[in-house]
């Protein structure tokens, strides 16, 4: 039964995301930072300094188990997938996807997108659940290639999406990203090691620079991704279908 008090579920309906501090315990973070680590020295690093991988490693799902009781219940159904559908770059059912941040001279804003448009060679949308982020390293000050977020952007996403012609093209909708939001300031999520960051998946989201030596390390899942027809923006676009745990007089208080 949800509870209408529940902090979590009102930072979620109202920002669309929600912040579980010291989440992942102490030897899961280790070990996954730990591998992480290992998996770095073969990273390529752009020339914003950001780099990525994707890894179908048990040491990365542990720290979605630690965090699995909160999201299901918030959810109120169990989770099935732990990370992107197969794709070229992650083939694996289960996946995770590891983000660097480096310190670089050219990097500009925050490539602020939502997560759904296809990798090369598909034509299909990908809509998940909920992307969970957990930070392997801290991210305290606001010059540590912090993530970003737009509070309420959610909402604001939806109703574009929603507000497009029968027929829209929804890869190139996501992929022209969302430059009135962006030029909007985000919020710089501060984060300590072991942090976990929940994010509804219309949330607006991205990366801001490093200033400071050193590497900053993530780990992103995105929860119960499923295949979308590219115009298939209504379905898309659906903010609560994959939240029947949050009370139904809360979200109708929120919208």
Do not use: K
């Not at 930072?11 to 290992?38: E, K, Q, Y």
């Not at 759904?116 to 992307?131: D, M, S, V």
């Not at 219309?202 to 780990?219: E, K, S, Y």
């Amino acid at each position: 039964m949800s509870n209408p008090e529940d902090p979590l579920e009102s930072n979620l309906l109202r920002d669309g995301f929600v912040h579980l501090p010291a989440a992942i315990p102490s030897d899961v973070l280790a070990a996954a930072d730990s591998f992480a680590t290992t998996r770095e020295a073969s990273i390529h690093f752009d020339g914003r300094g950001w780099g990525q991988c994707f890894a179908p490693d048990a040491v990365l799902i542990a720290l979605v188990e630690s965090c699995r009781a909160t999201i299901e219940r918030l959810r109120g159904s169990p989770l099935c997938r732990l990370g992107v559908p197969p794709h070229p770059m992650a083939p694996h059912r289960d996946v995770g996807q590891l983000a660097y941040v480096r310190a670089a001279a050219t990097c500009r804003g925050y490539n602020a997108h939502v997560d759904g448009a296809p990798y090369p060679g598909q034509l299909q949308l990908t809509r998940h659940a909920a992307l969970l982020g957990v930070a392997l390293t801290p991210a305290l000050d606001a010059n540590c290639g912090n993530f970003v977020v737009w509070p309420r952007s959610h909402r604001r996403i939806a109703r574009a999406l929603h507000e497009l012609p029968p027929g829209s093209d929804g890869v190139g909708a996501l992929r022209a990203g969302w430059p009135v939001l962006e030029d909007e300031t985000p919020e710089r999520l501060r984060l300590a090691a072991g942090d976990a960051v929940l994010l509804h998946a219309l949330t607006l989201h991205g990366t801001a620079c490093r200033t400071r030596p050193g590497t900053r390390r993530m780990a992103f899942f995105r929860l119960d991704a499923r295949r979308l027809a590219s115009d298939d923006l209504a379905g898309f676009a659906d903010l609560w279908s994959d939240w029947q745990g949050i009370d139904a007089a809360l979200r109708a208080m929120h919208d």
